[in-house]
């Protein structure tokens, strides 16, 4: 079956434009994770969704940050004013549920340039 | 508060040599630990996972790793290494319940010579 999907693959802008990163989870799956990984590091969580809500945002760096899930499938990360650090690879998981039992299956990322 | 410890940065192995991955974790808890594998243009992909009872696990593609709670290690191995198997490896860790975010280590890049 169809895996996680990232869209788009690249991302080049400018600074102090917004930007939005697209993740289509597989069928199904009620949990889904955003993780951002910089150069030579290993991903960083940013946030998680059980459904709809946000279940844990704590990884958000600031207030730039913001994501959006509205019917439990599609998640749009969404990033304001960007800046050179936010450079990075961004990377979208999904889960069965959000169980720590359960694997997490990731999708390609989306590699977020920022001139 | 948790965290990942690998601390080869790049490993070199000859084709058909062993190969040992180093993982150590801090966390207060009983931890779950995850080995993960990123090939080159491809997602990180789940060799295997420890979560309780035998502290020997195995994995996909020939990876085992053991859990060691005395020094807070989880160790990634395989007898033979083939030339598919270079890429990067990442040591995670899970808070564990109903919140299922990861914590990774900073990985370590396996090149595999012929």
């Known amino acids: 079956g169809a895996g996680v999907s990232q869209t788009p693959s690249n991302k080049v802008t400018e600074k102090g434009k917004y930007v939005e990163l697209r993740c289509d989870p597989i069928?199904?799956?009620?949990?889904l994770y955003w993780y951002r990984q910089s150069l030579g590091q290993g991903p960083e969580f940013l946030i998680y969704?059980?459904?709809?809500?946000?279940?844990?945002d704590s990884g958000l760096p600031n207030d730039r940050f913001f994501a959006v899930r509205p019917e439990g499938s599609v998640s749009t990360l969404k990033i304001q004013r960007t800046e050179r650090g936010d450079s990075a690879v961004y990377l979208c998981?999904?889960?069965?549920?959000?169980?720590?039992?359960?694997?997490?299956?990731f999708g390609p990322g989306t590699r977020l340039t920022v001139l | 508060a948790q965290s990942v410890t690998q601390p080869d940065i790049h490993i070199t192995v000859s084709e058909g040599a062993s190969l040992e991955l180093r993982c150590n974790y801090s966390?207060?808890?009983?931890?779950?630990l995850f080995w993960y594998v990123q090939s080159p243009g491809q997602g990180l992909q789940l060799l295997l996972k420890?979560?309780?009872?035998?502290?020997l696990v195995q994995g996909i593609k020939g990876f085992e790793a053991e859990f060691k709670r005395s020094q807070s290690s989880f160790n990634l191995r395989k007898p033979s290494v083939h030339w598919s198997d270079a890429a990067e490896y990442f040591c995670?860790?899970?808070?564990?319940?109903?919140?299922?975010?990861?914590?990774f280590g900073k990985g370590t890049k396996l090149s595999v010579k012929p």
């Open positions: 969704f059980q459904g709809t809500g946000a279940a844990d």
């Open positions: 069928s199904g799956h009620t949990a």
């Open positions: 420890y979560f309780s009872g035998d502290t």
């Open positions: 998981a999904s889960s069965p549920d959000s169980n720590s039992l359960n694997e997490q299956f």
């Open positions: 995670a860790v899970g808070t564990g319940g109903s919140q299922g975010n990861l914590i």
């Open positions: 966390y207060g808890a009983t931890p779950y």
